[in-house]
């Protein structure tokens, strides 16, 4: 990725939810599984082969899910740093 641009979040957008009620934790977690089960692009990477780089779409491609609670005078920094933070 480097190779084309050099910040590593430049398409990252981080935005925080304030969730009410009780949430179900398994249900958000599942739903965003499917999210990426169901769209290629959020599957998609770009690994460099040889002197080029190719398209790889994992079939099937886990997705790491946390929940924190922060205070809102920690937000701006947890985001940042989950923004720009690679995997």
Known sequence: ???????ASLYN?????RLRGKLNI????????????????L????PEVGDGT???IAAEMEVPFAMAEIRE????????????ATI
Not at 13 to 17: F, K
Not at 26 to 32: H, K, P, R, V
């Open 54 to 56: 190719i398209q790889d």
């Open 73 to 84: 005078d920690e937000l701006d920094q947890v985001l940042r740093e989950q923004a720009t």
């Open 43 to 46: 599957r998609t990477s770009f």
């Open 26 to 41: 398994e249900a958000a977690q599942a739903g965003l599984q499917e999210i990426v089960n169901r769209h290629e692009v």
């Open 13 to 17: 957008i981080p935005i925080a939810l």
């Open 1 to 7: 990725m480097a190779r084309y641009e050099t910040e």
